[in-house]
């Protein structure tokens, strides 16, 4: 037998699955206040060139969901070798110059005490740079993990635990799901700011920030023509993909060009979140205070992440260091075939491309062609 509990609680699951069925009914007819985070925009999906599809198989990070039969050995997608190709040519006409000059003008074959030296100092110079980057690897790693967390936790607190008013039902359910939506346009317009992407019209993004008075919205309002001037020629693009230094572009280029002040989206969707929870706290919507104080502890930590993020962005490793490192590197690459001619004749040529092949050219903190 049905309790008069029970009977409340059946006629508040059938009030709040008609206003539902009355949202989705007025979608049709009316534009809608809010966005939809888990339908992707595939605008101009159909629209891609060949050569973009192309480019997918060898630019940017590979996606984790997507498997590969090839052996470790054999993969380009990922790997350092595109940026590798004009050095590994540069030192194999080097060391083939070196040889042939040593076979029929002069020796010029050297002792290989000064290998012994060099290559410690080299070894010990490109492990610590490794263990650098794997650190900071490792914290974003664990800054985008805690992004992840602390989002499903504050969706959760807010989905369940915020309270409808009576009789205004409908406007609190579209409150709610507005706040989902800036807890995932934050997620995204973090990524586009680690990218150094300051605007709002990605497809990703566009129709989660639309409605939200911020810098980033008005600059990209005033500046129709952002992209124009950043199209990139044939030669520039290979020249990125080859790892050609003159070609790299400054990854800021986009920010300091910028005609209009662009703000910290991350930040101002914080913001308005913020503004949200303090409301729905004093109209008494959400209690008991514990709940109070794990939702608002969930804006500070995703407030830390974004300090975190931006700390591991504008710290690289020291400039000194870098240059210090490349140039020990080329010295002792180029000095090799000197050490090498002596005892293994033209096989320096491989010996020495094979030894060029896990010293990969320093390339910037920031790739240029990052995968939406």
């Not at 940026?83 to 006409?93: A, E, M, N, T, W």
């Not at 492990?127 to 664990?142: H, L």
Request: glycine share 4%.
């Amino acid at each position: 037998m049905d309790t008069p509990h029970h009977s409340v609680l059946l006629e508040k699951g059938e009030r709040r699955d008609s206003i539902v069925a009355e949202k989705l009914e007025s979608r049709s007819s009316t534009p809608s206040l809010t966005s939809e985070p888990f339908i992707q925009s595939v605008q101009g999906s159909n629209n891609r060139c060949a050569s973009c599809k192309f480019d997918e198989h060898f630019l940017g990070p590979r996606a984790l969901d997507r498997h590969s039969k090839w052996p470790m050995m054999l993969r380009i997608h990922g790997s350092c070798l595109p940026d590798l190709i004009l050095p590994l040519i540069v030192v194999g006409s080097w060391t083939t110059g070196v040889c042939l000059f040593s076979r029929h003008v002069h020796d010029l074959a050297i002792k290989s005490t000064l290998l012994t030296v060099l290559g410690f100092v080299v070894a010990l110079s490109l492990s610590v740079r490794s263990t650098t980057a794997y650190e900071r690897y490792m914290e974003g790693r664990r800054a985008w993990t805690t992004l992840m967390t602390t989002s499903h936790h504050l969706a959760r607190n807010i989905w369940i635990n915020v309270k409808e008013r009576e009789g205004q039902e409908k406007d609190d359910l579209l409150a709610k799901i507005t706040a989902l939506n800036l807890i995932v346009a934050f997620a995204r317009a973090l990524k586009h700011r680690l990218r150094f992407e300051p605007y709002t019209h990605y497809n990703d993004i566009r129709d989660l920030v639309k409605h939200l008075n911020t810098f980033a919205r008005e600059a990209t309002e005033l500046e129709p023509d952002r992209d124009e001037a950043h199209k990139k020629s044939f030669w520039k693009s290979y020249g990125e993909y080859l790892g050609v230094s003159f070609a790299m572009s400054n990854p800021r280029k986009m920010i300091k060009r910028a005609e209009h002040p662009l703000g910290n989206l991350p930040l101002e969707i914080l913001n308005h979140l913020a503004v949200y929870i303090h409301d729905v706290i004093d109209e008494d919507r959400l209690n008991p205070p514990p709940y109070q104080a794990n939702v608002l502890s969930a804006t500070l930590t995703l407030n830390e992440i974004l300090e975190t993020t931006d700390r591991i962005l504008n710290t690289p490793l020291p400039l000194a260091y870098s240059i210090a490192i490349s140039q020990l590197t080329w010295v002792y690459i180029l000095i090799l075939p000197f050490q090498l001619y002596e005892s293994l004749g033209f096989i320096t040529i491989p010996g020495t491309l094979r030894r060029e092949i896990p010293f990969p050219t320093p390339t910037p903190m920031y790739s240029p062609n990052p995968q939406r």
